[in-house]
């Protein structure tokens, strides 16, 4: 964090965290850096550098990575070795709340629960198989905390198929994420059951989430609700500094979050 001497106020900051891979192996593992912002005034006078080269030296020699605005992306691959890429970005979707379409899914196949009736050792296998990364704490803390609203989707044999989660945000908006689900149905179903239950939902002022551009069905899931106000732009780029670790992306249709996560 940099602070400013005279008035004490924060003028810029980035944050860096640590995750373990679900199968164990150290090679596997990785830093995120994340939250990198300075104010603008504060621009050009190097505490963004200065910033950033403290948490790459606490990454040392162990596999980074960040999802850098498109902008960026390029200063970040050519001065600081984030040049393993994903070769498709992440797109950002905006819906206005007053234009939301929600849609009854009906679908013998699958069931929707609330968290509290799910067993959390079999969410966080589900989130294992999706991001391969060994977070449960930081999983379940995610979708727990705050105002958020969650469901969890289900096959008739019981065995958890979807889950998905919007939050409230500061700016007045809903952000979706995660949401996981093995199908674009099962994905539909769990955001079309979520914002069914969000009070008065058009007091907020927009729905937004950030979904892998390879998963074509995300693209499909919210313009089926927003239709023609659906507002969907290439936002970032996965990049990591030795290589790439895969994720289930075809199964994410809407990220975590990202700062310190990549799923």
Known sequence: MGIDRDSQEAVGGVCIAFDRSASGDPQEDIYYIGMYY????????????????????????????????????PLYASKYGFNKML???????SIPTEYIMIQAVADSLYILKDLRDVKEVELIAYDVAISHRNRGKYFMNFITT??????????????????????????????????????????KSLLGGILSMIPDLKKYKMLTALY????????????????????????SQCQFTKKVFPTNDIKVFAMTECACSIV
Not at 43 to 72: P, Q, Y
Not at 169 to 178: Q, R, W
């Open 38 to 73: 300075v104010r603008p005034q504060w621009r050009h006078s190097g505490l963004g550098t200065l910033l950033f080269e403290k948490v790459m030296k606490i990454a040392g020699d162990v596999n980074t990575v960040l999802n850098g605005v498109l902008k960026m992306s």
């Open 87 to 93: 070769d498709y970005k992440h797109n950002f979707v």
């Open 146 to 187: 705050g105002k958020c609203f969650t469901k969890v989707a289900l096959d008739t044999s019981g065995k958890i198929v979807g889950i998905g989660c919007v939050r409230t945000v500061y700016s007045n908006d809903l952000c979706a994420g995660p949401i996981f689900a093995d199908n674009e149905t099962i994905a």
């Open 212 to 235: 892998p551009a390879v998963n074509e069905d995300a693209t499909r899931l919210f313009k089926s609700i927003g239709g023609t106000q659906t507002k969907t732009v290439q936002f």
